[in-house]
C-alpha cells in the first residue's frame, strides 16, 4: 500500500491549494470504509489533524473550518483537501493518513510542504 501526496506549493495569503493524496494497493471496500486524514506538521511541533473523513463524515480542526474543505474519490483511491484563504499560520508540511477499520493497518504518505506567504 502506498500513499503519494502532491499539491504543495508557495502561495500568497488569501490563495488556494488544493493537495492530493492518490493511494495504491488499497482495495474499495477498504478505502470506503476508512478514515482518511491530513495532518500537518511544523519544526519543533507534533503533527496535529487537520481533517479527515470516514464514509461522508468529515471533521475539521477550528483553524481550518469554512475555509478547507476534505473529499474523498472512490474510484480514484484519492483524498483532496482544498485549502482556500490561506494564512501564513497554515504554512507546514502536509501529511495524508489513512486508518484502516477495527484498529488495522495505520499508514502515512510522504510530507508535502505548503508554504503561506504574507
Known amino acids: 500500500v502506498q500513499l503519494q501526496a502532491s499539491g504543495g506549493g508557495l502561495v500568497q495569503a488569501g490563495g488556494s491549494l488544493t493537495l492530493s493524496c492518490k493511494t495504491s494497493?488499497?482495495?474499495?471496500?477498504?478505502?470506503?470504509?476508512?478514515?482518511m486524514g491530513w495532518y500537518r506538521q511544523t519544526p519543533g511541533n507534533r503533527r496535529e489533524l487537520v481533517a479527515s473523513i470516514t464514509g461522508r463524515n468529515t471533521n475539521y480542526i477550528d483553524s481550518v473550518k469554512d475555509r478547507f474543505v476534505i473529499s474523498k474519490d472512490n474510484v480514484k483511491r484519492t483524498v483532496y483537501l482544498q485549502m482556500n484563504s490561506l494564512e501564513p499560520e497554515d504554512t507546514a508540511v502536509y501529511y495524508c493518513n489513512v486508518k484502516y477499520p477495527n484498529g488495522g493497518r495505520d499508514l502515512w504518505g510522504q510530507g508535502t510542504q505548503v508554504t503561506v506567504s504574507s
Open positions: 494497493g488499497i482495495i474499495l471496500s477498504v478505502f470506503t470504509t476508512s478514515e
